[in-house]
Structure formats: C-alpha cells, structure tokens
C-alpha cells in the first residue's frame, strides 16, 4: 500500500476521536450492554467518516476502500471490540450494495442520511438455522400489489436493537437457492417488526438482537439492484466485511503485545521480571511477526480490491487468519499476565472474550478455509469434504 499524507491524516483523526469520544466511556457502556448508537454516529458523521468510500452526492468522501481500512485499523486503538464493530456494520457491511446498486431515490432515503448519522443500519443475512451457510435462510418476502410482505427472523443482528433500518437478504421466489434471494431495506419501525436483545460472552458495548418479521409491508421500490441478484451481492459485501475485519484487528493485536511486554517488564517472578525470561520474550517477538504477516497480507489484498481485482481469495485468508491470531495473541498474552489476566476488567480478558467472535462472525474460519480451497482447486472431485 501506498500511504499517502491523506491516509496519515485520517489515521490521526479517527484515534483523536476515539481517545476523545469512546474510550473514556467504554466501561459505563460495557456494564449497560449498549453504547449511544445515534448519539455517537452523529459525532461520527460530523467528521465525514461514515461515507469515506461513498459518492459525494449522498454526502460522502468519495475515496477508495484503502481510506476505509485506514479508519478500520485505526478504530483497533479503541479500548473494546463491540464499538469498533458496531462502526464497520454500518460504514461496511450493510450500506456497500445500497451505495452501489440502490436506486437514486432509495440510497438518498437510506445512504444519505445514514452517511451523515442520523440513521443507524444493520445487515440482517443469519438466521437460527443458517448463519455462515447464506444459501439456507429462509425468510420470504413475497409480492403482493406493489409491496413485499415480509415474514421469518433474523438472528445475530449488530446494532438490531438501535437500527432505524435493516439491509435484509429474503427469499423473493421458488428458484434456485443461489438465485432466488434479494436484498431488500426493511426500516425497522414498520409494522410487524419485533426486536429481542441477544446476551454474549463478549462485545458487550455492541448490541445484539433476533429480529422478527411477521407479514412486514414495504415498498417494492426498496429493493437494491435486481430481484434475484441479493445472494451475489451479498457474496460482495461479505469481502469489504472480511477486509474490514482484518484491518480492525491490526492495531488491536499490536496494542495487546505492548500491554504485555510493559506489564512483564515491570512483574517480577523468582527475582527477575518476567519479560527477561527467553520463552517470554521469544514468543512475543512471534507474536508481533505474525501481526506484520497479517498486516501485509491485508494491505496487499486491499490494494488489489482498489484495482478491481477478484480478492475472495486472499480476503478470506486474511479474515481466516485475523480470526484465529485474535485468539492466539489474546490467549498468548493472557498467559503472562498470570491471575491478573484472569480477571474480568484487564484489558486481555476482555481482548480474549471480544475476540472470539472473530473466527465467527462474517463466515467461520472453516467457511473461510472451503473458499480458499475452492479456489485453489484441493477440493476432492467428488465435491465433498
């Protein structure tokens, strides 16, 4: 990646931000399970950083995904995971085929406003019985006169429980399950809509809810793009999701290596601080290698998507690997923090619980590893693991 004084400045921006507006807040939001959605994206939108890589007439920057990976990885100096998250769903995750493919009159009903904060969006894909498996859902949204009637339930929804809206995947007809589904803006005060917040291991300032559609009236008009084209365009917001999480991860990893080493640098054990031992320091020093492997990987797959190469490949890698080094840094680290890293409030434990959902969230690490081997042809023939 080529960063430029634009990106650097960015970067300083969105942590000036973060130090001013989330981290000293982040404990009373842990302890309510919620942080401020709209008041916060509000701020967030003042800045002119929820639409970094959105047309400028919708009130966007109109930059590339490159300036979106720099506020990704800068949002990792954030003192929790949920809020971070809870960010990339809205800037990331449930707006990239509404900016792209939405009509001129829904992305200035839904884009605009959501860009400048006003509202909150959500993705609504999982579901209780399909979250990584994206062909299986099963909500419906059929025709009726110039509405869709909507009807099943959502599961796992970031921001559900604040969300003015919601970029919901539905089955639209009885055709192939690859080609059968639509994506389509469900504003989630619409009759019909029932919302239940969902309690987690982790992520606690980020909200969580199942949603429920029961026979849920809109507009045909808020379909994005063509009816039976929501699967693949789903397919193509999971990889700015997946960059996206790789590039939030960054800062995170590196933030929980330097904790360590200043913590075991000043713990002693058997007369001598617990840094100096070699299988401590050795091993952060592995640690921090795997972070720049993961960094470079990330950069090199961000620069090729800005280029309008195909990345699934390389996007799935690196959200296979952030998922799996968020654990084994978080683990890692934990370890040498002894008892203290064992208690509820240390900066590593709350690492060790946040961090879990990445090898879930946005296709599990076995979903991420069948791409890959998809793509690299080690599938065995018959199709079949």
Known sequence: MNFTAEHNALSDVVVKFVEREINPHVSAWEKAGQFPAHELFRKLGDLGLLGLKYPQQYGGAGLDFSYSMVM????????????????????DMCTPALARFGSDELRREFLAP??????????????????????????RARSDGGDYVISGTKMWI?????????????????????????????????????RQKIEKIGMYASDTAQLFFDD????????????????????????EERLWAAA???????????????????????????????????????????????????????????????VTRLASMAKLKCGRLSREVADSCLQYWGGMGYTWDNPISQAYRDGRLTSIGGGTDEVMLGIICKLDGTLPRNGRQ
């Not at 640098?265 to 091993?283: E, I, M, S, Y």
């Not at 990987?297 to 195909?310: G, M, P, R, S, W």
Request: net charge neutral.
């Open 216 to 239: 849920v009236r809109v507009p045909r008009r808020y379909l994005i793009g063509q009816e039976g084209a929501g699967f693949s365009l789903q397919m193509a917001q999971f990889q």
């Open 72 to 91: 990704a990885e800068a949002l990792g100096t954030c003192a929790c995971g949920g809020v971070p998250m809870a960010i990339g769903v809205h800037t």
């Open 158 to 194: 970031t921001n559900g429980m604040q969300a003015d809206w919601c970029c919901l995947l539905a089955n639209t007809s009885e055709g192939p399950v690859h080609k059968n589904k639509s994506l389509i803006i469900v504003p989630l005060d619409a009759a019909g809509v029932t």
């Open 114 to 139: 959501s860009i400048a904060g006003q509202l909150v969006g959500c993705l609504g894909v999982s579901e209780p019985g399909g979250g990584s498996d994206v062909a299986a859902i099963r909500t």
């Open 248 to 310: 939030s991860s960054l800062r995170t990893l590196d933030r929980l290596i330097d904790l360590t080493i200043e913590y075991t640098r000043t713990r002693q054990a058997f007369g001598k601080p617990v840094l100096d031992n070699q299988v401590v320091h050795f091993r952060l020093a592995e640690l921090r290698t795997e972070v720049e492997a993961l960094r470079a990987l990330t950069y090199c797959a961000v620069e090729q998507y800005i280029n309008n190469k195909d």
